[in-house]
């Protein structure tokens, strides 16, 4: 069931729970995520950044899929179609599309430009149904040519953004996109919870999951986020599944080499990821 993002992250946040972003790439992607979805009664959200939309040939035929495989697979739970990272342009080629969410990142732009870029999407998201997700300080690493150094962000600034009417807000707290390194010094929780204080009932996003300890996951959703993006540990647990069916040899026995017995131990590995974290997230039967 396609719907916006916020009805569900409203009651995340109230009921101290978190919905996982989980990022498609593909067909597989989709169907194992929407699947998971189903079995686990859970509300979801299929992110996707803007470089995914172009390999899969563009946001419409993203929003395409999506809708036909929500109807032919019967799912009933709440789930959000989300760009993920949007640029300002990004965001207007996924409304036209037919997503039902977007984020607009415009952190890396001075404060003023950031509120009046986030304005004006607000207003067109909201018109048209949409939930709208905004970001300050930054996400370390990088996605899509955005590079972060993983500043934390300032609170106050947070406010100005969340003032604005948007849905949900990413704000950085030491928090990275991909792996993270040995040395890294863990979340920010004085960050958050100052953040978490200027925006009340704001449900906030915790970018970069892949990796955090469990402890301190649930320690962020006490703190009012209420949505988790998974994009990384998926990608890993479809390679590794994919790597050891190959070099099991299973690829030459029979018809091992038929693409859907090639990518279904990669489907299984990425079904059993998104249900672990939805376990960890306490969105099961939340639906």
Wanted: aromatic content about 6%.
């Amino acid at each position: 069931m396609l719907v916006s993002a916020t009805e569900m992250l409203k009651k995340a946040r109230d009921g101290k729970y978190a919905v996982g972003q989980f990022n498609i790439n593909n067909l597989e992607w989709t169907k194992a995520i929407l699947l998971t979805a189903q079995e686990c009664n859970s509300p979801v959200i299929l992110g996707v950044s803007e470089g995914a939309g172009k390999y899969m040939t563009g946001f419409e035929t993203v929003a395409a899929m999506v809708a036909a495989m929500d109807k032919s697979l019967g799912i009933t739970v709440p789930v959000a179609l989300h760009l993920d990272h949007g640029s300002y342009e990004g965001c207007y080629k996924c409304i036209k599309a037919g997503f039902t969410s977007i984020m607009f990142d415009g952190s890396h732009f001075p404060i003023e430009e950031n509120v009046a870029k986030t304005t004006e999407l607000v207003n067109v998201a909201h018109n048209l149904g949409l939930s709208i997700e905004a970001e300050v300080g930054s996400i370390g690493g990088e996605e899509d040519g955005v590079v972060g150094a993983g500043e934390c962000a300032d609170p106050n600034e947070c406010k100005m953004i969340a003032d604005l009417g948007v849905d949900f807000l990413a704000a950085g707290i030491g928090n990275i996109h991909g792996k993270y390194p040995e040395n890294w010094a863990g979340l920010s929780f004085e960050t958050l919870a100052a953040v978490n204080e200027k925006v009340g009932e704001m449900p906030l996003v915790l970018h970069g999951g892949t990796g955090i300890p469990d402890d301190m996951i649930k320690k962020a959703i006490s703190l009012g986020v209420a949505k988790i993006n998974v994009n990384t540990e998926c990608q890993l647990s479809f390679q590794e599944a994919t790597r050891e069916y190959i070099e099991a040899g299973k690829d030459q026995q029979g018809k091992g080499f038929d693409p859907r017995k090639l990518l279904n131990p990669g489907f299984e590995a990425i079904k059993a990821k998104v249900k672990e974290k939805m376990e960890l997230f306490g969105s099961v039967d939340k639906a």
